[in-house]
């Protein structure tokens, strides 16, 4: 049974009561890596393997995302800025005490390719808030491997091997 969530704005990713904050850089450009966040929506299960299945929904305004385990989002695109931010809310989730969820992906151009920047926004009850605070270190694991396989696929010489380090202050 799906829950809606409180619709939240992009100012939320700054005052959300939990922030969980990623950083890593990869070889491949902004481009490329907005590219396959916000355009080539249906192949995110090929580098991010928590995802089973992500799909836009009617209209393109949004995505439904499907975890391994059962876990099925529906979410709202708030910033669609190429090269740059991609953000989204999830404005339904089938899993109890989530209250609000936000995401946004920064990209910043580096002299080696990409600085990819994840914050993970979130308002939900106290056990869950304390679960996500203590499951951080998975999520950064999940992040940093996403984005390793992203490079990985963007590659455009197959041969060379990914550079994914995180960035400096790769955790915030």
Do not use: C, H
């Not at 850089?25 to 916000?38: C, D, I």
């Not at 355009?39 to 929904?57: C, N």
């Not at 709202?76 to 339904?92: G, H, K, N, Q, W």
């Not at 002299?111 to 993970?120: D, E, L, Q, Y």
Request: glycine share 8%; aromatic share 6%.
């Amino acid at each position: 049974m799906a829950r809606q969530l409180r619709p939240v704005e992009l100012d939320f990713v700054d005052s959300a009561p939990l922030r969980l904050v990623f950083a890593a850089e990869v070889s491949a450009s902004a481009t490329a890596v907005y590219q396959a966040l916000a355009e080539d929506v249906e192949s995110l299960p090929e580098w991010f393997t928590a995802v089973r299945l992500a799909r836009p929904t009617a209209g393109g305004a949004g995505r439904e995302i499907r975890l391994r385990g059962g876990v099925r989002f529906q979410e709202t695109i708030l910033a669609r800025e190429p090269s740059t931010r991609y953000a989204y809310r999830v404005d339904t989730v089938n899993t109890p005490g989530m209250r609000a969820l936000l995401e946004e992906w920064l990209l910043t151009p580096t002299a080696t390719g990409t600085r990819v920047r994840w914050t993970f926004a979130a308002d939900a009850a106290a056990p869950v808030l304390m679960s996500l605070r203590l499951g951080r270190a998975g999520l950064g694991k999940a992040f940093r491997d996403a984005v390793r396989r992203l490079d990985l696929r963007l590659a455009a010489d197959p041969g060379r091997p990914a550079s994914v380090r995180p960035a400096p202050g790769g955790e915030e």
